[in-house]
């Protein structure tokens, strides 16, 4: 006999987990990492990914409450991206009211001529 050679692949069975694509012993129900039970994806709004699209790009501080109640982030990841959330919602609203001002600024010198 030859060396033995590594399969190529196909027939290993690798499970990760469908949430945070850790690696699951063969014999574990749920993900050691993050609990999502395993074979099923769990709601959508669960995954870390989606988490971090709302709070970021969609509605802001109000997905923070599904933050913290998501096992995917630790204690002082939680605290951070909350703190990072609302520093850049608040600075948003600056800036969107600062630009309002200015507008309505524009919008008076155009009227008085
Ligand atoms: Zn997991």
New binding site residues.
Partial sequence: MGPATLPTGGTELVT???????D?QSLDRF??????RRGGKGPIVERPAVILALLFLGVGPLALPLLWRSR?FSRSQKATITTLNLALVGGIVVLIVMTFQRYLKMLLELSSG
């Fill in positions: 990760t987990c469908a949430s945070c694509a850790q699951l993900c050691r990492n993050c609990g999502t995917h």
